[in-house]
């Protein structure tokens, strides 16, 4: 096992210890854990990553037993100093919140209170580059008061966690990179990753996806982009794009009605030293009301990745969206309301349209969509279909396989957009890729990582391969009354074998033989139902 393994596997012990004590008071499978385990957690990494810092400015704490207690020896001055020095993602946090502190001590009475008013002080000082805003400006700081979710013996509670905390160290993983970081955040979110019945977008997207996503939109040296995803859940896909282009060539912006999807993805954030992008983390309703803005105007972006909600009842505010304002924005229509089934309404076609209004002049983007929506003949899919044909904003289209996400059956597909391409498209149906695993209840397919480098590379390449994808121009897929499919556009191929004459008379001798038998049963068939019609007729 290497280090990094060993730090890997330590750190999911801590996560498992931390549900373990949540368990032990009450708290397990509680609506509330997730917050404390997600808190506790950042408040542990923020902590350790200050004592790393500290450690890089100054080599002489490097050298100390306790570089709490010389960094609490340290006059106000002095230790000012050294915080201005540190990297500009580091939080602030002063020697008496430090978890050392709080360990020492736990024997105080009314310790869940001073560690409520901790994490609160430390949410205070740092709330104007940690906080994630709500669409109406409300700050969402980085901590609540933990203690609160407790029943009883919240003293206790809080004395548990700080001995959970205080015997582990992040401080060796701070030269990890982005697979470290998602493994890990995978692992911590993986018992959260639900929303309600499934009614807004996910909080996690698998990997081969986002992979594929980022690297087919990104295959050349970027730098000082803007990258954004409407409906960000825990922003899987912003990171894996974000890690392509590089975490610091990049600012990523994102808005999501979910409160709790828009912690996820700060925490995702601090793991992946993406701090500065922050701000722009906005926690409200995309459709309705849009946040980011320039002037009067929505705000366009160089990237764009989603993978929205495919079905939404958004029938409270569907009459809202019909005005004159959005006459340009949802260009194609939007979705009536049915008597029936409201849940059914389907959303993604306005998030499908938001984004190709948000995109720059030159702007890319990768959206997940209903397989659905590739081919259908009519209705508001046909008229976005058209819209990116005539207006020559399409790059291509991949097919997944079903089950790529094991808590729907719903078939998906990418649909990547580039307002530059006026060339061919390449279309790739990479439905039939990948291997069947269990997930729990649920059947899920997983695309291997030979098959994950073979659509990436057809893509970028624009390469025909046979069985697997087309390249097409514009005019094609037009007369192809607009069908974004691979499959409707393969050729259909004719195996000829030569044979000999009287190969030709035994196997036309065959077919005859066969006819008559199946002629000759038809008949026994018919002769019997109307004999008994017949005797049903005389009863």
């Known amino acids: 096992m290497t280090e990094t393994q060993k730090f890997q596997a330590k750190t999911k012990e801590l996560i498992d210890g931390l549900k373990s004590t949540c368990a032990n008071y009450g708290l397990g499978n509680d609506g509330n854990e997730f917050k404390i385990i997600t808190q506790v957690f950042l408040y542990k990494f923020l902590n350790d990553k200050f004592i790393y810092e500290a450690r890089q400015v100054d080599p002489s704490l490097a050298e100390g037993d306790n570089v709490e207690e010389q960094l609490a020896g340290m006059n106000n001055d002095d230790f000012e100093l050294l915080y201005r020095q540190m990297d500009e993602d580091t939080a602030r946090i002063f020697p008496g919140q430090f978890i050392s502190s709080l360990f020492n001590r736990q024997n105080e009475d009314r310790f869940a209170k001073l560690f409520d008013s901790t994490l609160l002080d430390i949410a205070g000082q740092n709330s104007d580059i940690f906080s994630v805003v709500t669409d109406t400006g409300r700050k969402i700081v980085l901590f609540e008061e933990l203690s609160e979710y407790v029943a009883s013996k919240r003293d206790d509670f809080c004395r548990a966690i700080i001995n959970r905390l205080a015997e582990f160290s992040f401080e060796h993983i701070f030269n990890e990179k982005f697979d470290f970081y998602s493994t890990i955040f995978e692992y911590l979110i993986k018992d959260y990753n639900s929303n309600s019945g499934g009614k807004y977008a996910e909080y996690f997207t698998p990997h081969a996806v986002s992979k594929i996503m980022a690297r087919c939109l990104v295959n050349e040296g970027v730098s000082n982009v803007t990258i954004y995803d409407p409906s960000a859940g825990s922003g899987t896909l912003l990171m894996n794009l974000a890690h392509q282009i590089g975490e610091d060539r990049c600012t990523i912006y994102s808005q999501d009605i979910s409160q709790k999807s828009s912690q996820l993805l700060r925490l995702n954030l601090i793991l992946n030293n993406l701090v500065h992008s922050i701000p722009h983390i906005v926690q409200g309703n995309t459709i309705l009301e849009p946040y980011h803005k320039e002037g009067s105007r929505l ?136 291997k069947t695993v269990k997930e729990g209840k649920n059947q899920k397919t997983v695309l291997q990582p030979d098959e994950e480098e073979l659509v990436i590379s057809t893509f970028c390449q624009k390469e025909q391969v046979d069985e697997l994808s087309v390249v097409v121009s514009y005019d094609e897929i037009k007369a192809k009354n607009y069908s974004l499919s691979a499959g409707q556009y393969f050729e259909i191929k004719i195996e000829y074998i030569d044979i000999t004459e009287e190969e030709f008379k035994s196997k036309l001798s065959g077919f005859e033989k066969d006819l008559k038998e199946l002629f000759a049963e038809g008949k026994e068939l018919e002769e019997a139902i109307e004999e008994n019609l017949k005797s049903l007729k005389y009863e």
């Open 299 to 434: 705000q366009q972006f160089d990237y764009i990745v989603s993978n929205p909600p495919f079905k939404l009842d958004f029938s409270d505010f569907r009459d809202d969206l019909d005005k004159d304002s959005n006459i340009n924005r949802f260009f194609a229509g939007i979705p009536t309301i049915p008597k029936k089934q409201k849940d059914k309404m389907a959303i993604y076609q306005l998030f499908l349209q938001h984004i190709m209004y948000s995109l720059k002049k030159d702007g890319k983007a990768a959206i997940v969509v209903p397989t659905g929506f590739i081919t259908a003949q009519s209705g508001i899919d046909k008229k976005i279909r058209e819209a990116v044909v005539k207006e020559k904003m399409l790059a291509g289209v991949v097919s997944m396989p079903s089950n790529i996400f094991a808590n729907t059956g719903t078939n998906v597909s990418v649909i990547f957009l580039d307002k530059q391409n006026k060339g061919d498209v390449v279309l790739i149906d990479a439905s039939n890729l990948g």
